[in-house]
């Protein structure tokens, strides 16, 4: 029988507009589900979640959900 994990939660929290970005910046965030200023989404930490978080750094906080 296979064991079962629970993955840990973390939120994630646009901070700054995306106006002037470049273009796959503006995707990253699209694809976190931010939209506006002060959105916030709870994902999985997961490799491919943290990638996105640590290229749009300078425009979301990370937090634990």
């Known amino acids: 029988v296979k064991e079962r994990f629970k993955m840990e939660k973390i939120k994630i929290t646009q901070i700054k507009s995306s106006i002037g970005t470049i273009p796959v910046h503006r995707k990253t ?15 999985n930490k997961s490799k491919e979640i ?14 634990k959900a």
């Open 29 to 43: 965030l699209k694809a976190l589900g931010l939209k506006k200023i002060g959105s916030a989404r709870v994902h």
């Open 50 to 63: 943290l990638g996105m978080v640590r290229s749009v750094n300078y425009l979301v906080t990370v937090e």
